[in-house]
């Protein structure tokens, strides 16, 4: 079958560095998916991978490594609005997102 | 970026009543819609995929009587909730892709609460 894994809940502090893993098994691969949602809120899109190595953009970087089933979500210089579920989509050979069950991110000042 | 707009933003509907829920692309042309239920706390659930002028394509376990899905045109998808029950109260979110596009772009999603 095919199944998504990624941490159900993380903590981190104001200002510092958090980082969210995924990995995944699935039917096909057309690519990998980070969405931020706030509680009540639909998912806005974060990042898109389908090579590996690293994206960058702004505080947020995504990283994928195909040969691992494996991806991370890096986020920097933490702000109190960051807290919000993050949520890891893999694309399958159908071309359907494949979800995971999210990661709910606390934020401490 | 690609806008969708949903509505209703909430809804509060009878139980037996039927309600229906509009998806709609504002400045891009939607080949294919995707409608997601999600409980809370718990992850996106596909339950359709339409591509605009065919029949939808359900999930496992999601009743297509219940849940009609129509995708009329490449702006507009409607998704209504027929003989609606309290447990199908549920935040429902549509999502649009482009032809070309490897992007899904959501909508702001629509709280039913059916009494």
């Known amino acids: 079958g095919q199944n998504i894994d990624q941490p159900t809940e993380m903590t981190a502090t104001e200002g510092a560095i958090v980082q969210i893993n995924c990995t995944y098994q699935t039917s096909g691969f057309n690519g990998l998916f980070w969405y931020q949602q706030h509680a009540g809120e639909a998912p806005t899109f974060l990042s898109y991978?389908?090579l590996d190595g690293l994206e960058e953009k702004g505080r947020f970087s995504s990283f994928l490594s195909r040969s691992k089933g494996y991806s991370y979500l890096l986020l920097k210089e933490l702000q109190m609005k960051d807290s919000a579920s993050y949520l890891c989509?893999?694309?399958?050979?159908?071309?359907?997102?494949?979800w995971g069950a999210g990661t709910k991110l606390i934020i401490k000042p | 970026g690609a806008v969708v707009s949903q509505h209703p933003s909430w809804v509060i509907c009878k139980s037996g009543t039927s309600v229906k829920i509009e998806c709609r692309s504002l400045d891009f042309q939607a080949t294919t819609m995707f409608w997601y239920r999600q409980f809370p706390k718990q992850s996106l659930m596909l339950m359709a995929t339409?591509?605009?002028?065919?029949?939808?394509?359900?999930e496992q376990g999601v009743e297509k009587d219940k849940f009609l899905i129509n995708h009329a045109s490449l702006t507009l998808s409607t998704l209504t909730v027929t003989s609606a029950h309290p447990e199908d109260s549920s935040f429902y979110i549509c999502?649009?892709?482009?032809?070309?596009?490897?992007?899904?772009?959501f909508g702001p999603g629509t709280r039913l609460t059916v009494t």
């Open positions: 991978n389908v």
């Open positions: 999502s649009a892709r482009g032809n070309n596009d490897y992007e899904q772009y």
């Open positions: 989509a893999v694309r399958d050979s159908n071309y359907q997102l494949i």
């Open positions: 339409s591509n605009e002028g065919s029949k939808a394509t359900y």
